[in-house]
């Protein structure tokens, strides 16, 4: 089994267009407990890697995740491109290091999972994008190798955005609404859950 | 100009960035180099990881660049702006945990007098300390 370069390309241009189109409720997530930016931040960001489809979707893999990292470090403006965009670039790296989609995925997932925690010097349960993007780490291991796997990612995804309503955030600037941060969805976990599902999305070619 | 560690002001609005500078440059004169930037790619409020690094690249000194930031995601771009420039650079630019005014005229002041990259930020973060 190997991951064929145009179901790459799709799953980028999916998981692009999906960030894109749920920028209004990322803005509207950020502007209860952040600074309203991240649905503008992220529709940059994935607008310029849409830009770059073409480019990107010639690489070889590991070439690739490091252009998609590389063009959101550079483009995003917020926070949020530091952390995706060293997501990807050790996502690459990883794969550049004799690892193999797909069945390394969870090696190489993982290595974007480390990068983003010390990026962003934050562990899950901090009410940031790391309490979608270890579960699903966990779920990539757990369940490797199952048919549906996909379907138990896609699910994992959903599930773990809902648990940073009560969670109160101690990292990022929602950190300095203490308690009245608990209630509220954290937007970077939103848009890491958009972009799982979306990845998933188009490996089971429902778009 | 003596060689002295210069400043890099780094805020998620240009007018604030820049109304830094100025205060720097009054305050402590022309002996340091100060670079500023702020904005978002599109020039919106917000940071951008090229302008850190074209803003580090200016005021570059061989005693090394000490930056002062404003909020979140200032840092989290000027550390990944640190970590894009060339290998001999990296090791020679530090954040400095101090609020970005009164940081950056005391960084500013303390380079000024020839001080190490350590010292400039040790007597900035003096002002974080409890």
């Known amino acids: 089994m190997s991951l064929r370069p145009e179901t790459f390309k799709s799953l980028i241009k999916l998981a692009a267009e999906r960030v894109i189109a749920s920028a209004p409720e990322l803005t509207s997530l950020d502007q209860a407990i952040g600074d309203g930016d991240h649905g503008f931040n992220m529709k940059r960001g994935f607008e310029a ?6 480019a990107i979707s010639e690489q070889p893999f590991d070439e690739a995740l490091k252009t998609i990292g590389k ?9 949020s491109g530091p952390l995706y965009g060293s997501f990807f670039l050790a996502a690459g790296e990883a794969l550049s290091h004799d690892k193999h989609l797909p069945e390394d995925i969870a090696d190489v997932f993982g290595s974007g999972v480390n990068a983003v925690s010390a990026r962003g010097r934050s562990q899950a349960g901090e009410k940031t994008m790391l309490d979608v ?12 190798g199952q048919p549906d796997l996909i379907a138990r990612v896609s699910t994992t995804a959903a599930e773990a955005v809902e648990r940073t309503a009560p969670m109160r955030a101690t990292k990022g600037r929602a950190s300095f609404l203490g308690p009245r941060s608990v209630g509220h969805i954290d937007p970077g976990a939103r848009s890491s859950c958009v972009l799982v599902q979306a990845v998933c999305a188009s490996l089971e070619g429902k778009q | ?21 100025d205060m720097v440059r009054q305050m402590v004169g022309s002996e340091v180099k100060v670079a500023f930037c702020g904005g978002n790619p599109d020039g919106g409020l917000g940071t951008s990881v090229s302008l850190i690094v074209d803003a580090i690249n200016d005021a570059w000194s061989a005693k090394g660049v000490a930056i002062l930031v404003d909020l979140g995601g200032a840092e989290t771009n000027s550390e990944m702006a640190v970590e894009m420039l060339e290998p001999a650079r990296r090791d020679l630019v530090v954040v400095c945990n101090a609020p970005i005014v009164e940081g950056a005229v005391m960084a500013a002041t303390e380079a000024a007098g020839g001080s190490s990259l350590a010292q400039v930020k040790a007597v900035a973060e003096e002002l974080s300390a409890d």
């Open chain 1, 71 to 79: 063009t959101l470090v550079m483009t995003v403006g917020g926070a």
């Open chain 1, 133 to 144: 993007l270890v579960p699903v780490l966990e779920t990539l291991k757990n369940a490797a």
């Open chain 2, 1 to 21: 100009m003596t060689d002295a560690v210069g400043i890099v002001i780094v805020s998620h609005s240009k007018d604030i960035a820049k109304g830094t500078a």
């Open chain 1, 49 to 54: 890697v849409l830009g770059k489809l073409d």
